[in-house]
């Protein structure tokens, strides 16, 4: 199997035959490919029809999920069954363009990632747009990898780095920043966009709070997960050392001039640098414990490979 690509659907029953039609239009070029759609609990007809699609054709392999659990769910579902050798995810809503395919193919010989851009986006600009290209700014600033559009469905993986990923919450636009720390090779390639004509956007305006959160936390995880106790300890260590500069004075105050300290605000600061400071060095030291139960038990290796050569 060279090409899988997978499409998360959540209730688009009149969108998934011009689809599908369009898609086998552009892999019938392609030798061997499988389509696999993943039916994030859809409540229309959506099912029936990807049945269907698959009684037609063995290429067409349909997941079905129990209930709606989300797109990002609805990828590592995909993911997980998988058998190309690329893969590449796409919106089941026709905007994304199936044509773009080909070109992200050709992308993926010298990328591990190919990352579409959807530079003409036809979606809502005050809902849609303007929300997106503050968080794309916002997610190239704190993740260091510069991309113009996290959001885009259409991309291309090589196998390994979808098969080591886990993905929670709405993390599936964080997967190129993800990727980028393992030392993945990333490009982005502009990409059509079409306007929604069929259905309507399970989406809107809330997602930008989700995906704000969910940054924080790729950020932590990227910058904290293997090493807690620099990031708490070094915090505790400054906080703790101001402190006892605090205190330090105010003790000299007391004893060598005789000035009384007691109601001085100075004195609650010193003391409270001292405790939150002891505080995050043992949030470090628990995190240290984390990391260390974390990788152990998982057998996790806190490295990543690309290939092993002559063994
Ligand atoms: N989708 C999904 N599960 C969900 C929400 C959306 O599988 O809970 C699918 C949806 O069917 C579509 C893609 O994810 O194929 C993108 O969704 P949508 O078009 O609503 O997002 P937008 O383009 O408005 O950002
Ligand atoms: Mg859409």
Redesign the pocket.
Known sequence: MTLSVV??????ED?IPVLHERLVSVLERIKDYEIIY?????TDRTLEILEGLQKRSSRVVVLSLRR????T??FAAGFDFARGDVIIT????L?NDPEDIPRLLELIKEYDLVSGWRKERK?PFFS?RLPSMIANWLISKVTGVRLHDY?C?LKAYRKDIVKNLRLYGEMHRFIPAVASWYGVRVAEVPVKHHP?FK?????GIS?TFKVLLDLVTVKFLQSFSTKPIQFFGSMGLLSSFLGFLILLYLTALKFIKNVPIGGRPLLILGVLLIVVGVQFIGMGLLGEMLVRVYHESQRKPIYVLKKIIGL
């Open positions: 499409i998360p659907v959540y209730n688009e969108n993943v039916d994030d609990g859809s709606n659990f989300g797109q769910a609805a796409m919106d089941a809503d905007q979606d849609r959001g469905s929604r259905g309507r956007s399970k989406y997602r």
